[in-house]
């Protein structure tokens, strides 16, 4: 007779199993369960095979193992997934690219039905045309006020209906009616909620930012330190050539307003004095380019005035 593990036992192998994906992988997701099934699981772990593991279990289990992990390594940096294993959750432990696990996770979706009493997690719309219900199934259509007509001996949906809304729970109207149309408009799988990186929590948007991104927050970061430095005039990398140009303007105004000078002084006192040394000449060339056609017009146009004098000599005229 073969004995069954007691739940003490079990929870010895899975707090075992657990400190040991702790000690292996510095990377986790911590991700959402909400109606994932057995079999979609199943598919997940496959999908992931390789550099990351898959964890599922009580919360109250993960956070004893937590805790009891981090008292016995001197790790305090594991207690920040404390707060992370509230609700359905399970750990995703990997030693991959971050972003393309939570790439891999999101394909596993799975189409659902729309049961009743479900909060709905998107907006559910009913496109127009042909239900292939016969006239008998209009009393659905009615209730929910979806606007319909007869045609061929079928129920037709003439415009699209907002049936449900994203946070509402649906109903068993709702429900019936989609179940009828063979629309299952929600998909479920494993969501990350939160990243866990060597002790850094973070959120899992900061997964898409791209090298542009940073670059961009960056030079944000960097002109909002550059103008907090100029408005309290404190010194820093990056406002320090701001601060020498305005320092050469005032020393330059100086200049011009006294007999001090230097040499960059002396140019711009030069041009103060002449203004005409800021005119600038336009090109010979391109003046002699529009002057070419312009002769050759005033000497056509010279070609024809006499000619149009010789015929008022003749005599002729259109009202003769």
């Known amino acids: 007779m073969v004995n069954k593990p007691s739940k003490a036992d079990k929870k010895i192998a899975y707090d075992k199993k657990l400190c040991q994906f702790l000690d292996d992988y510095s990377q986790i997701l911590v991700v959402a369960a909400d109606n994932v099934g057995s079999n979609q699981l199943q598919m997940i772990r496959k999908g992931l095979r390789g550099d990351s593991l898959v964890l599922m279990g009580k919360n109250t289990m993960m956070k004893r193992s937590v805790r009891l992990h981090a008292d016995k390594t001197g790790n305090k940096d594991f207690l920040n997934l404390l707060p992370l294993l509230q609700g359905n959750v399970g750990l995703i432990f990997t030693k991959g690219d971050l972003k393309e696990v939570s790439e891999e996770v999101a394909k596993y979706k799975v189409g659902a039905p729309a049961r009743v009493g479900l909060v709905a997690p998107i907006d559910v719309i009913v496109p127009p045309g042909n239900t292939g219900l016969d006239p008998s199934q209009t009393s659905f259509f009615q209730v929910l006020n979806i606007p319909t007509k007869i045609n061929k001996g079928t129920v037709e949906i003439i415009t699209p209906v907002e049936l449900i809304k994203k946070g509402d729970k649906v109903g068993s109207s709702e ?77 330059l105004a100086v200049a011009l307003a006294t007999e001090f000078s230097f040499p960059e002084a002396d140019k711009v006192k030069e041009y103060l004095k002449d203004p005409s040394k800021f005119a600038v000449a336009a090109p010979v060339a391109a003046a002699d380019s529009g002057a070419a056609p312009a002769a050759t017009a005033a000497k056509e146009e010279a070609k024809d005035e006499p000619g149009e004098e010789s015929e008022e000599d003749m005599g002729f005229s259109l009202f003769d």
């Open 175 to 251: 429900a019936a009616l989609l179940a009828k149309l063979g629309i299952r408009p929600f998909s479920y799988g494993l969501v990350v909620l939160s990243v866990y990186d060597s002790g850094s929590v973070f959120s899992p948007e900061v997964l898409d930012l791209t090298e542009d991104d940073l670059v961009e927050k960056f030079a944000i970061g960097v002109s909002m330190v550059t103008a907090l430095s100029l408005a309290i005039s404190y010194p820093t990398l990056a406002a320090a050539p701001h601060m020498f140009i305005n320092a050469y303007k005032n020393v």
